[in-house]
C-alpha cells in the first residue's frame, strides 16, 4: 500500500499537468445560444405561460363529465310540540347524508370554452417560439458585438503602436535637423487620440460582454471568431418573396391570430349565455332523526333539469357587445401587426443586400490603405512623401481596418435578422453560422 501511493501521486499530478498544458475549447455561438436558452427570464416565462394555457382544455372539458357531490352532516336537535293534546318535549340525535351525481347533457357555452381552448394554447405555443427566436437573434447580435468591440480594440492597439513609431521618427528627424516641430506636435495629437480611442474600446469590450453575459448568465471566454468568408445577398433576391414567408410564418403573428380567435370565440361565448342548460342529476339521500324521533328516510331518484336565464337586466347584451368590441380591436391591431412585420421584413432583406455591398466595399478599401499605407511608409523612408503624408494615412488605414470589421460582423447578423424578421429563424440557421467561425483555443 506505502509502494503505491507514490506511483498514484505521480499519476495525478501527470493528470493535472496534462489537463492545464491542453487548451480548453472556447465559447462558440450555439454554446452561447444554449446558455441563454436554459436561463433566459422570458422564454421561462413563455413556457411556464403555455403549461397554465395547457390547462385551459381539461379545464373546459370538465364540463362535460359528471360531477358528483357527497355531502353529510349531524346534529342534536330538542323539539317542543303543543296543540295536539299532551305537549310534547323531545331531545334527540340527527344525521343526514346526500350524493348528487350532474351530467351535462346539453351546455352550448361549454363547446365555446373548449374552442377558445385549442386557441390559447395555439398562441402560448407561438409566443414560445417567437421568445425563442428573439433570444436567437439577440444572442447572435452580442456574440458579434463582442467580437467586433475585441476587433476595433485590436485595430487601435495597432494604431497606437504604429502612431507610436512614427511618432518616434518625427523627434528623431527633429534632433538631426531634418524634421520639424509642426510634424512632431501633430504626431503627437494622433498618438494621444490613438490612445483614447484604445480606453474608448476597451471600455466597449467591457460593455459587450456584460451584455452577452446578460444574456447567457455566465461569464464569457474567449470566443470563437469569424473566419475567411464570402458575403451572401438574400435568396430569393426580392423582397416579395421573404413578406410572403413572414405573413405566413411569423409566429408573432401566429400569435395574434390565435387570440383574435379566443377573442371571437368570447363573443359566441358570452351569447350562448342566453341559450338552455340541459342536465341529467341523480340523487341518493339518507336522513335520520328527524321530528319523530326513530324515523328513517331513504330517497333517490333522477331528474332532467333545463335552464336558460328569461331576464337579466342586459347583461348578457352588454358582454355581447363588449366582447365584439374587443375582438374588432384584436382585428385593428393584427393589422398594423402585418404591416409591421411587412416593413421589419423589407428592412431586414435590403439590410442584408447594403450589407453585401459594404463588406465588398471595406474589404476592398482596407486592401487599398494597407497598399497605401506601405507606399506613403516607403516614400517618406526616401524622402518623397512628408511625415504629415504618413500620419494621414496612417489613420486613414486605421479607420478602413475599423470599417472592414465592422462590415463583417454587421453581414452575419443581418442574415439572422432576416431569418428573424420572416419567422423562420432556427437553430439550423444557428450552426450555419456558427460553422463560419474558426476555433479558438482558451489558455
Known amino acids: 500500500m506505502s509502494a503505491a501511493l507514490p506511483f498514484q501521486c505521480a499519476s495525478l499530478a501527470f493528470l493535472l499537468a496534462t489537463l492545464l498544458t491542453v487548451p480548453a475549447r472556447a465559447d462558440n455561438l450555439l454554446d452561447s445560444y444554449q446558455a441563454a436558452l436554459a436561463s433566459d427570464p422570458a422564454i421561462a416565462q413563455a413556457r411556464a405561460s403555455l403549461d397554465a394555457d395547457l390547462q385551459s382544455k381539461p379545464l373546459a372539458r370538465s364540463a362535460w363529465l359528471p360531477h358528483m357531490g357527497l355531502s353529510a352532516g349531524a346534529g342534536k336537535n330538542m323539539a317542543g310540540i303543543t296543540g295536539l293534546g299532551l305537549p310534547i318535549s323531545q331531545v334527540y340525535d340527527s344525521n343526514n347524508v346526500s350524493v348528487n351525481l350532474t351530467q351535462n347533457l346539453f351546455n352550448g357555452q361549454a363547446w365555446s370554452a373548449l374552442a377558445q381552448a385549442d386557441h390559447r394554447i395555439e398562441a402560448s405555443e407561438a409566443a414560445l417560439v417567437y421568445a425563442q427566436q428573439q433570444l436567437a437573434l439577440k444572442v447572435a447580435g452580442a456574440y458579434f458585438d463582442v467580437l467586433q468591440a475585441e476587433a476595433q480594440e485590436q485595430v487601435a492597439r495597432e494604431q497606437e503602436k504604429l502612431l507610436g513609431a512614427i511618432g518616434e521618427q518625427t523627434r528623431a528627424a527633429l534632433e538631426v535637423g531634418t524634421g520639424d516641430v509642426i510634424a512632431v506636435h501633430e504626431a ?134 363588449q366582447a365584439q368590441a374587443q375582438a374588432q380591436a384584436g382585428v385593428e391591431a393584427l393589422n398594423g401587426l402585418r404591416d409591421d412585420v411587412t416593413l421589419a ?32 511608409r516607403a516614400g517618406y523612408e526616401v524622402g518623397t512623401r512628408s511625415i504629415i503624408d504618413l500620419l494621414a494615412v496612417a489613420t486613414d488605414y486605421s479607420r478602413a481596418e475599423q470599417n472592414y470589421h465592422a462590415a463583417r460582423y454587421a453581414h452575419v447578423v443581418a442574415r439572422v435578422r432576416l431569418k428573424a424578421a420572416a419567422g423562420i429563424l432556427s437553430a439550423a440557421d444557428l450552426e450555419a453560422i456558427n460553422g463560419l467561425l474558426r476555433h479558438a483555443a482558451r489558455p
Open 188 to 321: 503627437q495629437a494622433r498618438l494621444d487620440a490613438a490612445r483614447s480611442d484604445l480606453v474608448k474600446s476597451g471600455n466597449a469590450v467591457t460593455v459587450a460582454r456584460r451584455a452577452l453575459q446578460r444574456l447567457t448568465h455566465r461569464h464569457p471566454g474567449v470566443l470563437d471568431d469569424l473566419d475567411a468568408f464570402e458575403p451572401l445577398p438574400p435568396q430569393p433576391d426580392q423582397p416579395d418573396p421573404w413578406v410572403t414567408t413572414a405573413l405566413a410564418s411569423q409566429p408573432l403573428l401566429h400569435e395574434n391570430e390565435a387570440r383574435l380567435q379566443t377573442a371571437r370565440e368570447q363573443v359566441e361565448f358570452n351569447r350562448r349565455a342566453r341559450w338552455p342548460v340541459v342536465s341529467l342529476q341523480g340523487i341518493a339521500q339518507h336522513t335520520q332523526g328527524v321530528l319523530l324521533p326513530g324515523m328513517d328516510i331513504n330517497q333517490k331518484g333522477a331528474s332532467i333539469n333545463l335552464s336558460m336565464p328569461l331576464f337579466d337586466g342586459g347583461q348578457i347584451s352588454a358582454t355581447v357587445d
Open 345 to 376: 421584413t423589407q428592412t431586414a432583406f435590403h439590410d442584408l443586400e447594403d450589407s453585401v455591398a459594404q463588406f465588398k466595399a471595406a474589404q476592398q478599401a482596407a486592401a487599398s490603405a494597407r497598399v497605401s499605407l506601405e507606399g506613403t
